[in-house]
């Protein structure tokens, strides 16, 4: 059964940095395209930033552009998403999930986390 487990949340002042990590199990990692998305109270999901099965490609939503960095360690069947010069509007439930393709629309995504809280202090 796959699972993918968040970590590395926490509270940071606006211009930290935070590391998160997310840790695959149960599925053919290097088959997947990765994703972090995120979900702030009463809001929707929305897109972070994803990454293709090998890592030689990735994608960003504009907000976190310049800012955010998605990387992968296949070896490991680890997904990781560096987050710089935060800012309050970061705060959100931050969530990895796995694709068999890769992409920004979180209905292509099979499995999902249950997410790792990051709150950005002003």
């Known amino acids: 059964q796959a699972q993918l487990v968040e970590s590395g949340g926490g509270l940071v002042q606006a211009g930290g940095s935070l590391r998160l990590s997310c840790r695959a199990s149960?599925?053919?990692?290097?088959?997947?395209?990765m994703g972090w998305f995120r979900q702030a109270p009463g809001k929707e999901r929305e897109f972070v930033a994803t990454?293709?099965?090998?890592?030689?490609?990735?994608d960003y939503a504009d907000s976190g552009k310049g800012r955010f960095t998605i990387s992968r360690d296949n070896a490991k069947n680890m997904l990781y998403l560096q987050m710089n010069s935060l800012k309050p509007e970061d705060t959100a439930v931050y969530l990895c999930?796995?694709?068999?393709?890769?992409?920004?629309?979180?209905?292509?995504?099979?499995?999902w986390g249950q997410g790792t809280q990051v709150t950005v202090s002003s």
């Open positions: 999930a796995a694709s068999l393709s890769y992409g920004g629309q979180a209905n292509q995504y099979l499995y």
């Open positions: 149960g599925l053919a990692f290097l088959n997947y395209g």
């Open positions: 990454i293709s099965p090998r890592g030689g490609s990735t």
